[in-house]
Each structure stands twice: as C-alpha cells, then as structure tokens.
C-alpha cells in the first residue's frame, strides 16, 4: 500500500511550548559534542538556544554555569555567543539570561 508523500507544513511535528523538561534532561544538553572546531561550550550554548524556550534557557543557564562551563567561550575570531544573539533580533530574553550569568560581548 503506497501512501502519497507529505510536503512542507505536513510533514512537520506540531511545535510544543507548554512542554515541561525535568532538570536532568536539561543537562544531558552539556554532554553534546561539538563538530571540529567549534568550542564545546559554544556549541552547548547554540544547541541550548535553539532546543528551548527562553525560560527553558535561563534554566538550563544555571545548570551550565554550576557545571563550570564559560559562558565567554570565543570562536577563532574573538566573537562570544552573545556577540551572536546580538545578531537575533527575537534573542533579547535569552541573552538576558546569559548577561545575568556574567555574559560579556567581545566588541
């Protein structure tokens, strides 16, 4: 039995927000390994942002910072991801959370 193939908004899963996420499974974010070179810690960050809502985020900063990570980890050239969520313009609650953590911007 041939099924017709799903396309565009059909074949995507419904977005979840009310979703609630037990700490550990905010932590199992710290153990992602990065792909060649990029920093693990920023890669940890970037993965963060993307997989969670901001109040999922401020969360997950906590645990990030009680696990020593930095949260002023640089790229090759200098830049922090602060410096890339200055770039986002719908990033302001998340960067909040990391300027709490002690978050600077390179520039």
Partial sequence: MSEEKKTGAARTQPEVRDEE???????SFLDLEPPAGLPKDYNVLLKAYRGMTA????RF???????GRD??????DGT??????????KAGEYAQHLIDAGATRSS
């Fill in 61 to 67: 900063v906590k645990i990030y910072i009680e696990a």
């Fill in 55 to 58: 109040p999922l985020f401020g």
């Fill in 80 to 89: 922090t991801f602060l410096d890339l969520l200055a770039q986002h313009r």
């Fill in 21 to 27: 996420w037990a700490d550990t499974r905010l932590a």
């Fill in 71 to 76: 949260v002023n980890v640089t790229l090759a």
